[in-house]
C-alpha cells in the first residue's frame, strides 16, 4: 500500500489505493452547483493544489454545472498523475431549475458513461456511484436494471469499480447480488446519523463508506457540543467534523467541497486533530 502523511492514511478501493482524506469537487460550480464559477482560475488552483498536497481520490459528477466540474478537472490535472483516481457517478441529470432529476434508464447511464469519459479525458473510469433516490434521500425500489447497465459498461473495459450513493441497505445489498462494489457514498456526517449500522456492517465486508456533506453541505454544520469542543482544542469546527468522520471507523473516506484553497489546507490540517475519548463521545451525541 502507499504511504501517506495524510491525516487517515489510505484506503484500497478493489485494486486503488487512494488517500482517505479526498477532495469533493462539487462546490467547484457556479452557486447551487449551476454554471461555471465565478473565479476560474480559483477553481484551477483548488484541484492543483489538492493533488499537491497529496490528496488522490477527488470525487465529482457530470450533474455538477452540468459538466461544468469534470472540464475543470481535466484543465487542471490532465494528464493525470498515476496515483490519481477520479471517481464519478451517474443516475441523475439537470433541469432548468437547478433541479436533479433521476435518469437511470439505460439509455442516459451509457451516455453518462460515455459523457463523463469524454468531458475527463480519461479511456476507462476509476469507479463509478449509481446516484440513487432523488433529493430528499434514498427512495425504496430495485436497482437492478440501472445497476445492471452499470455491470454491461464495466464488462466492456469502461469503468473498472463500481459503488452506489443515496442507497438504502437494502438497495446496497441488492447491488452486491449482481455485482461486487467497493463503496457506497450517502449523506452522514456528525448530526445525521442515519447509516451507522450500514457503515458498520460495511467495514465488516472491506467496503468503504464515503459521507456526502461531511461538513453539513450547503448548510455547514452548527452544534453548541461541536462548538464547545472545538474550542476546547483550539481547532475549527470543521476541523473537529472531520477528525470526528475519520476516527469514526476505519472504512470512512473523506471528500470534503470547498472551493478555497485556504479551507482546503485548513481542512487537511485540522483533520489529523486527535480527539480524545471523552471528545469523541461528546461529539458522539449530538446526532443520536
Ligand atoms: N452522491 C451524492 O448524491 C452527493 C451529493 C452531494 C455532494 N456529493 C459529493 O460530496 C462532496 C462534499 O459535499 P459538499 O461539498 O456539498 O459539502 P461539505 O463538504 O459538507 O461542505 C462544503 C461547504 O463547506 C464549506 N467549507 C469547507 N471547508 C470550510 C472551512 N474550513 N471553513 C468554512 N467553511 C468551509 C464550503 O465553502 P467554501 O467553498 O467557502 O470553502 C462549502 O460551502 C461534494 O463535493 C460532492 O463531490 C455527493
Redesign the pocket.
Known sequence: MASTSLPGGTWTLGDLTVTRFG?????LAGPWVMGPPADHDGALAVLREAVELGITHI???DA?GPHVTNRLIREALHPYPESLHIVT?VG?NRDAQGG?PPARDPESLRRAVHENLEHLGLDALDLV?L?L?NAEGPQPGSVAEAFGTLVELQRQGLIRHLGV??ATPEQVAEAQTIAPIVCV???Y?LAHRHDDELIDALAAQGIAY?????????S??QSSALSSVAARLAA?P??VALAWLLRRSPNILL??????T???R??LA?AGLSLSDDDHAELDKIGR
Open positions: 477532495y469533493g469537487a462539487m462546490q470525487d465529482t459528477a455538477y457517478k441523475a436533479w456511484n446516484r433516490g450513493s443515496n457514498q450517502n449523506m456526517n464515503v459521507p456526502f456533506f461531511p461538513l453539513g453541505g450547503f455547514p454544520l475549527t470543521m476541523s471528500i470534503p467541497g470547498t472551493s478555497s485556504t479551507h482546503l485548513e481542512n485540522g
